[in-house]
């Protein structure tokens, strides 16, 4: 059974920086695609970075490009995201999910996490 | 680059049918057949309920239909039943660099 567990959100200053981790279990995590997707309160879904299987490539949103940083540990099964000067805007639920493609990338999320919330406030 | 456009809400009763729209350009519903539906009930995660327009995955009720025509995507839910009751969101991959793109959201009361 597949599970995605998020962890390190919390409150922090703008400018401040903040770490979160998706543990993963129940599929062989080293050989999907995996995604940050964020929510900010009350509003819709925003993907945020994805990372190829092997770690080999990446890929973000504008809105976070150059102050964030996905990043995994397949041989902890663990999943990253690195977030930098961090301002107002990045509040929200974040949630870490897979791509739905074995060994490459769809853009489909077929399993997701339960998230965590990150608020950005003096 | 815009998010798709979705209807804020729609509503039906019990055992009706209902359709969310979800409209985009060629460069993205229009250009590709790979299009997503989510539900999402509150607190909690999202659920991939459709791809590829119209595909299911495993577990997911056949009366959760996916269509396109154009630049508009449709998510049907035939059979209303009270579990139904959601936030619906579609998805598309886009030629855009950001590679998939949502729309805002529609909410499904059912009466």
């Given at each position: 059974?597949?599970?995605?567990?998020?962890?390190?959100?919390?409150?922090?200053?703008?400018?401040?920086?903040?770490?979160?981790?998706?543990?993963?279990?129940?599929?062989?995590?080293?050989?999907?695609?995996?995604?940050?997707?964020?929510?900010?309160?009350?509003?819709?879904?925003e993907?945020?970075?994805?990372?190829?299987?092997?770690?080999?490539?990446?890929?973000?949103?504008?809105?976070?490009?150059?102050?964030?940083?996905?990043?995994?540990?397949?041989?902890k099964?663990?999943?990253?995201?690195?977030?930098?000067?961090?301002?107002?805007?990045?509040?929200?639920?974040?949630?870490?999910?897979?791509?739905?493609?074995?060994?490459?990338?769809?853009?489909?999320?077929?399993?997701?996490g339960?998230?965590?919330?990150?608020?950005?406030?003096? | 680059?815009?998010?798709?456009?979705?209807?804020?809400?729609?509503?039906?009763?019990?055992?009706?049918s209902?359709?969310?729209?979800?409209?985009?350009?060629?460069?993205?519903?229009?250009?590709?057949?790979?299009?997503?539906?989510?539900?999402?009930?509150?607190?909690?995660?999202?659920?991939?309920?459709?791809?590829d327009?119209?595909?299911?995955?495993?577990?997911?009720?056949?009366?959760?239909?996916?269509?396109?025509?154009?630049?508009?995507?449709?998510?049907?839910?035939?059979?209303?039943?009270?579990?139904?009751?959601?936030?619906?969101?579609?998805?598309?991959?886009?030629s855009?660099?950001?590679?998939?793109?949502?729309?805002?959201?529609?909410?499904?009361?059912?009466?």
């Amino acid at each position: 059974q597949v599970h995605l567990v998020e962890s390190g959100g919390g409150v922090v200053q703008p400018g401040r920086s903040l770490r979160l981790s998706c543990a993963a279990s129940g599929f062989t995590f080293s050989s999907y695609g995996m995604h940050w997707v964020r929510q900010a309160p009350g509003k819709g879904l925003e993907w945020v970075a994805v990372i190829w299987f092997d770690g080999s490539n990446e890929d973000y949103a504008d809105s976070v490009k150059g102050r964030f940083t996905i990043s995994r540990d397949n041989s902890k099964n663990t999943l990253y995201l690195q977030m930098n000067s961090l301002r107002a805007e990045d509040t929200a639920v974040y949630y870490c999910a897979r791509d739905s493609q074995l060994g490459m990338l769809v853009y489909y999320f077929d399993y997701w996490g339960q998230g965590t919330l990150v608020t950005v406030s003096s | 680059q815009s998010a798709l456009t979705q209807p804020a809400s729609v509503s039906g009763s019990p055992g009706q049918s209902i359709t969310i729209s979800c409209t985009g350009t060629s460069s993205d519903v229009g250009g590709y057949n790979y299009v997503s539906w989510y539900q999402q009930h509150p607190g909690k995660a999202p659920k991939l309920m459709i791809y590829d327009v119209s595909d299911r995955p495993s577990g997911i009720s056949d009366r959760f239909s996916g269509s396109k025509s154009g630049n508009t995507a449709s998510l049907t839910i035939s059979g209303l039943q009270a579990e139904d009751e959601a936030d619906y969101y579609c998805s598309s991959y886009t030629s855009y660099k950001t590679h998939v793109i949502f729309g805002g959201g529609t909410k499904l009361t059912v009466l």
